[in-house]
């Protein structure tokens, strides 16, 4: 096998504020539908932001039984639909267990959402380390019978972006057959809304949900918190054609960097921010003029959106005439799922030849093309993804049309 | 500077002798670089690895010696360099209100930066500082981080939910997700050493050490970062937060950190780190940490007590210089992996002080 052999996205599973399967998600991504709500899952009173972008309630895939996969903790729940959403819609549903299937996942707040899940239903869980030994992935991979090695990762808001390159090192080293990768997140939590909203990250706008998540415009005032999964299955450009799957797209190239400047603010030096998307571009063995389209990080922070503006001018010139678009605005922030979901609006747009809109754009602020709350009408054929993440993060990631 | 780069510019951050080479006793006695803290700071290279101790607990191990089992390594990368940090929580106390900057060669790392840290973010960078004794942070620039915690944030979130409930929203710290979360220790140590490669968390519970090793393992045959920086941390016993008028427990926090490079050579490596695909029996315990690091130790005696106990081994004096002393720090049973750190005999001295 070459070293170089391309990793293709054969299938998705996805719950998420704005549809719990691909064409529901797509449709919503190009009417600029905002999946962001008030709060609804815990009184809400005593917080500064009672926006977010929810997923209530989490389907049970056909053939569980309900009433047990109502018993698994939250985030189990969700990665399990996530997992087999994805093996279906590839088509390896039923022949699962033929093969070595992996999973990576950016899965950051896992043991804490489990524990805070249990000290609200009155459970002590925290205080009792023997019961914590299955992880989450160690559970579904139980469920479903999957033989192959799994990863829980973060890099917080930069995590699906290296879960998905992983995913691609894996299959090309010959480790797995087929790999899970993305993220899957539940932020959305009381304690979790409260340390973000005290941290003063998360938008006030609470009067005007759908239109509190506002990258790119003057008036933004914090990012808007979300939860949710997207899993894609990978697999070996090779395999793909010999079974004649449907491919959405080839993950033609991933990139890296940390800024070493901060823990929560991103650098005002773009350097290492712009080092992430050059090493992107050069793994997909393509210029800058390549690109066709660019799914920010864009958060709708004052400080972050202008410093992506930077990166962005810095990598593609001042002058770029690429579009630009943060599907944030519809979606809120998924965290560790945030890169997945944005490669799922890429590929949104290389599907339908169209780009999904940054809605509740009013009055830009930033010197860039972006598309504003209209889908644009464009063909992509290469689409790139940024994902910064606390931490000082910085990821790249290349998506190219099959 | 990419690996080839690194190969042909002859980059080696660990070329030069280590002037601060320090080994105390497992229990007590403190190195000049932490006085704090049980520090372990060891350089390996070829010709610096003599006898690694086995862990004489471990049958395994003594199977192995008597008689070496063909196995097949997906991975191989050299240990080049570790360090091994355990302090308590007074020590990690400590080591946070440092009134001067901790220096990392000839940078400052702001004594501010560890205020709010988690313990185990705390232990790590300790571990790292202890195993870069010449740590020169040019040379590291693009080096990655890939830490490997184990339930961090447990204590953190315990004071969060007790604060919630006792006072509400405003009583939740916001340092829980920049401090606390799985992504902290790495994006912490990226900053406080100035690494600019990547830096990511990874597993998070008990499973972390087998999924660290793949993740560096995975970036450095992809020739992603000329070296990792491997952090593997967790509280020994796991930690208990207090409840009610039940104290926290006082546990161990430990941290090893492995300085990864690539696996250049077909002959003499050093010590090893392999991801083998084969058998593997489930892990029934959390790898120990400093067990793990005095089996590292190049040039220690044998007869040297390893936490109480001693072993004395005269065959090891007379084994063949291909032969490897090899170990196995982590599995994953249903993939059939496993991880297993390695020292080829061959490349060391094999002179002990018998």
Known sequence: MSREEPVWITGVGLATPLGFDRPTLEANFLAGRSGVTAVTQFPTDDYSSRVAGQVIDIPCPPGRDPVEFASWPRIERLTAFCVESALRDS???????????????????EWMVRWEESKQAGGLRIYRPEEDRDSTLQRVRQHYGLTGPNLALSAACASSNYALEIGRRWLRMGLVDVCLAGGCDLGVTPVGLATLGNLRALSRRNNAPAAASRP?????????????GVLFTLERASDARRRSAVAYAEVAGCGSSSDAHHLVIPSPDPTHASTAIRLALRDAE????????????ATSTPIGDAAEAGVLRNVFGADSMVPVTSTKSMTGHLLTAAGAIEALACITAMRHDAIPPTINLEEPDIDLRIVANEAQPHRVRVAVSNSFGFGGSNTCLVLRAV | MTESDAADSGYDPFDSPVSSVHWSSNRGECGPSSPISRLLAVPLSHDEVRFPLADPSSPRVALQQAEPQPTEALLVAEVRAFGLSAMRRHEIAEFRRRPAPIRAGGKAIPSNLLKASDEQTVVAVAAILAAGAKFDPDRFEEWGVVAAPRFVGRGHLAMALDRFAAEG?????????????????????????GLHGPNLGVGGGTDSVIQGVLTALSWLEEGRVPGVWLVITGHTPEFIPGLGDIPPTDSECQALALAIMPDRSEGARGVTLRLIRGDAEPSEAPLNLVATAARLEPGRPVKRPVEGLSIYRPHLKFRPADRHDAWTIATDSTSGLRVELAVDLASGTQEDDR
């Open chain 1, 91 to 109: 088509g390896w549903w039923g022949r699962h267990n033929d093969v070595r299937i992996g999973m990576v996942v950016g899965i950051g707040a």
């Open chain 1, 216 to 228: 790119f415009d003057k008036g933004r005032d914090g990012f808007v918190l979300g939860e949710g």
């Open chain 1, 286 to 297: 393509i210029d800058p003029s390549d690109v066709d389209h660019i799914n920010a990080h």
């Open chain 2, 169 to 193: 929203v405003w009583g939740v710290s916001p340092n829980i997700i920049p401090h606390n979360a799985l992504h902290c220790p790495a994006g912490t140590l990226s900053i406080a050493l």
